[in-house]
């Protein structure tokens, strides 16, 4: 039985921008509490996947609704 928990792999939540569709307006960037967002050369917002927890601020603040919060494997 303690076997099975050791192949268990854990899932996080994520930040994933739409970079297709980000207007690089810096929202999220303001509102990110572990400063896990850029603005990548004023194109497209960039986050950082080792820095964020997925707390889903970005996602609530962007005005283009092009961040959503993924479960992603750890």
Do not use: L
């Not at 994933?16 to 960037?29: E, F, K, L, P, R």
Request: proline share 4%.
């Amino acid at each position: 039985m303690e076997e099975n928990f050791r192949n268990v792999k854990k899932k996080r939540r994520k930040a994933i921008v739409d970079q297709n569709a980000c207007v690089a307006c810096g929202c999220c960037v303001k509102v990110c509490p572990m400063s896990a967002i850029e603005v990548w050369k004023g194109v497209f917002a960039k986050v950082n996947p080792d820095t964020c927890v997925g707390c889903g601020k970005c996602a609530k603040e962007c005005p283009a609704s092009v961040i959503e919060i993924r479960e992603v494997q750890a």
